[in-house]
C-alpha cells in the first residue's frame, strides 16, 4: 500500500551537442526510458540538428555556445522535471544503469545528486587506465538543489544544496571516435581554460608552459599506467598533454591581444 501513496517520479534527460552525429544516436536510445529527453544544440552543421529534430522523443532547442557552463545552466532552466540525467552526447547508459537510476530516484531516502563512474572507450574497445580509472561526475540531480557555478566554463562544476551519493554501474564514455575529432576537442578544451585563466587574472609563464604538458603526459602514462593500454593510452595521454600546452598558448595570445587592444585606446 505504501507503494501506492509514492507517485512515481519522472526524469527528464538533458544533452547538449554540436556536430555529434556519430555519437548522439547511441545517447537518445539509450535514454530513451526517461519522461523527457530534452536537446540544447548550438548549431550544428553536421545534421545533428535534424535527426534531432525528427526523433518522436526529443525536444531539440538551439542555442548560441558561449561556453560549456553557460550552454548548461541555459539547459537546466529549461527541464520539465525535477530530477534531472545531465549526459554529454558521447556518453551511453546502459540497461542496468538504467535501473539503478529508476531504483534511485524513486526511493524515498534518495540524495540530492550522484555521481557516476564512467567506462571510456577507444574507438569501440576500452581505456583502462590512462588517468580516467578514477574518472567521476555527477550526472543525476535534483534540479531545484543544484546548479553550476559560473567560477568555471569549461569542466563545469554542480554545486549541490544537500547529499551525494555515488552509483554502482558505470556510465559508458566513447571518448575517442578518430585522431582529428579528439584532438579538435583538446585544443577546444584548452582554448576555452586559457579563457578561464584570463579572466582570473593569471599571467602566461614560459616555465610552465613547458613543465604542465610534459607532467601531464608522465602523470596519466607512467603513473597513471596508461602505457598497460598500449598505443591508444600513448594517444590519449599525448592529446591530453597537447591540450594542456594549447591552454599556454592561447593565454599568451589572449595576454597579446589584450596589450595589443591597450595600445590602440592609449591617447
Same mark, same amino acid.
Given at each position: 500500500m505504501a507503494e501506492l501513496c509514492t507517485p512515481k517520479?519522472?526524469?527528464? !534527460?538533458?544533452?547538449?551537442?554540436?556536430?555529434?552525429m556519430g555519437y548522439i544516436e547511441k545517447c537518445i536510445d539509450s535514454v530513451s526510458f526517461a519522461d523527457e529527453i530534452l536537446v540544447v544544440d548550438s548549431y550544428s552543421t553536421d545534421g545533428t540538428y535534424e535527426y534531432l529534430l525528427n526523433h518522436p522523443k526529443v525536444k531539440v532547442i538551439q542555442n548560441p555556445f558561449e561556453n560549456f557552463t553557460a550552454q548548461k545552466s541555459f539547459t537546466l532552466k529549461q527541464a520539465a522535471n525535477d530530477w534531472?540525467?545531465?549526459?554529454?552526447a558521447d556518453e551511453v547508459v546502459t540497461e542496468s544503469l538504467q535501473k539503478e537510476i529508476l531504483a534511485t530516484i524513486n526511493n524515498p531516502d534518495a540524495h540530492e545528486a550522484y555521481w557516476f563512474y564512467r567506462k571510456f572507450m577507444f574507438q569501440n574497445e576500452p581505456l583502462n587506465f590512462s588517468g580516467w580509472q578514477t574518472d567521476?561526475?555527477?550526472?543525476?540531480?535534483? /534540479?531545484s538543489? !543544484?546548479?553550476?557555478?559560473?567560477?568555471k566554463i569549461v569542466h563545469e562544476t554542480l554545486v549541490v544544496d544537500g547529499k551525494s551519493?555515488?552509483? /554502482?554501474? /558505470?556510465?559508458?564514455?566513447?571518448?575517442?571516435?578518430? *585522431?582529428?575529432?579528439?584532438?579538435?576537442?583538446?585544443l577546444k578544451y584548452g582554448q576555452l581554460k586559457a579563457k578561464e585563466d584570463f579572466y582570473k587574472e593569471k599571467h602566461f609563464n614560459y616555465v610552465l608552459m613547458t613543465v604542465k604538458p610534459v607532467w601531464k603526459f608522465f602523470n596519466h602514462y607512467i603513473l597513471r599506467l596508461?602505457?598497460?593500454?598500449?598505443?591508444?593510452?600513448?594517444?590519449?595521454? *599525448?592529446?591530453? !598533454?597537447?591540450?594542456v600546452l594549447e591552454r599556454f598558448r592561447e593565454l599568451k595570445r589572449l595576454e597579446k591581444k589584450n596589450e595589443l587592444a591597450y595600445y590602440l585606446v592609449m591617447p
Open positions: 517520479q519522472k526524469i527528464s !534527460a538533458l544533452v547538449i551537442t554540436y556536430n555529434e534531472v540525467l545531465f549526459l554529454d567521476k561526475n555527477y550526472r543525476l540531480f535534483r /534540479k538543489k !543544484a546548479h553550476f557555478t559560473d567560477q551519493g555515488i552509483l /554502482k554501474e /558505470k556510465l559508458i564514455h566513447f571518448c575517442y571516435k578518430n *585522431y582529428e575529432d579528439y584532438k579538435g576537442k583538446m596508461g602505457i598497460l593500454d598500449g598505443k591508444k593510452g600513448w594517444t590519449i595521454c *599525448y592529446l591530453n !598533454a597537447l591540450g
